[in-house]
């Protein structure tokens, strides 16, 4: 059994509905992180699970218990939330303290768990300062320890390193995701950030339009995107029909492509990455061409972009090396079998 189920929700505000009929479940022990753009409900979702706030229907239950109606004091949940700062005029001591206080935990050993935290994050020697006296990066792990002390039932993080430089949120992902697996908590992660979210999660909800489009692990998703939006999201830029006639999938356009994993169905969406396109001159022989004119040329650094006009719609190429193409060259471009991927088929 789940240990948290999120059953048939419907919730926003006053008359804006923002989660209808949704539904989630995490696993005890699993790192599960919403993804999805901004306004897209992952705060919302968040909120009920936490207990600021109650659905309009449906039913959360937490360990066999319905916890729909549960006052969130009464739910024993960590929260790291981007804007839940910490205590200005408390010691970073006092500040990690502070739920074992409301829990009246007896002194000693209120001491001895927060010295543990505090070393879990690598603080220890910072009890007497101040936040104004730490870095971002400092205080959102004091953040991470004020949570984790009080051991909770389920940790709820909310774009918790959105404030920090891109060099440390790379660090103090690593970091989050090193103290769930020590401590064993389950933890759902809301974030915007695909790479940030793939990099830490057991599983990943991608969330669109106030549901989940696809739950699946990182690896999953980033292979085998169940539709043209979750596509996007892992980094497919060019998009295209097949039908099948016979025995073979046809473009529009009438060119016959091999599949290496072909679905059951008649028309589909298929879609490859930019970097799975290779250019060659045009003419040339081989499998699963399709002749094009290049249109922009683009320096991105590490590599180079074409933007290429086919028969079936634009195409976007990025290549490794310059490859001695100029805008208006005839070139084909051979959409490499095993990395062609097929989504929803379609009427
Ligand atoms: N307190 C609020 N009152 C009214 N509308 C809100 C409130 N908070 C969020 N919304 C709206 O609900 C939608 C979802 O917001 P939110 O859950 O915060 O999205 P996300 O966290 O995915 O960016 C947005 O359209 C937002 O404008
Ligand atoms: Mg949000």
Redesign the pocket.
């Known amino acids: 059994m789940a240990l948290l189920e999120l059953e048939h929700i419907t919730a926003?505000?006053?008359k804006?509905i923002?989660l209808r009929d949704f539904n989630l479940q995490v696993e005890r022990g699993q790192f599960v992180s919403l993804l999805?753009s901004?306004?897209?409900?992952?705060?919302?979702?968040l909120r009920l699970i936490a207990g600021f706030s109650e659905p309009n229907e449906g039913r959360i239950v937490f360990d066999g218990k319905d916890i729909t109606h549960v006052p969130l004091h009464k739910r024993n949940f960590g929260f790291v939330f981007q804007s839940y700062a910490l205590f200005p005029h408390m010691t970073v001591f006092d500040n990690v303290a502070f739920g074992l206080k409301m829990r009246k935990v007896p002194k000693e050993e209120m001491k001895r768990r927060v010295a543990e935290m505090l070393a879990l994050v690598d603080l220890t020697g910072f009890e007497d300062r101040y936040p104004r006296e730490m870095s971002g990066g400092q205080r959102q792990r004091v953040a991470l320890a004020r949570a984790m002390v009080i051991r909770p039932d389920l940790m709820l993080f909310d774009e918790p390193l959105s404030n920090l430089d891109a060099k440390l949120r790379v660090k103090m992902r690593v970091e989050i995701r090193r103290i769930q697996q020590e401590l064993g908590f389950t933890a759902i992660y809301?974030t915007?950030d695909q790479e940030e979210c793939f990099a830490i999660s057991d599983q990943v909800a991608i969330?669109n339009g106030g549901v989940i489009e696809q739950m699946d692990s990182p690896a999953h998703i980033f292979n085998s995107p169940k539709t043209e939006f979750i596509a996007h999201f892992v980094g497919f830029e060019n998009f295209f029909d097949l039908n099948r006639r016979g025995n073979v999938l046809v473009t529009d356009s009438g060119l016959a492509l091999r599949v290496a994993r072909d679905l059951p169905g008649d028309r589909f969406r298929a879609c490859i990455r930019p970097e799975d396109v290779i250019l060659y001159p045009e003419g040339t022989e081989g499998e699963n061409r399709l002749p094009g004119e290049v249109l922009v040329t683009t320096f991105l650094g590490r590599n180079i972009q074409y933007n290429v006009r086919t028969a079936i719609g634009e195409f976007v190429i990025k290549a490794e090396q310059e490859q001695g193409y100029s805008v208006g060259s005839r070139v084909s471009l051979e959409l490499t079998a095993n990395k062609i991927i097929l989504i929803q088929p379609h009427e």
Do not use: R
Not at 38 to 45: E, H, I, Q
């Open positions: 926003g505000y006053d804006n923002i999805g901004s306004g897209c409900g992952k705060t919302t979702t809301v915007h969330m």
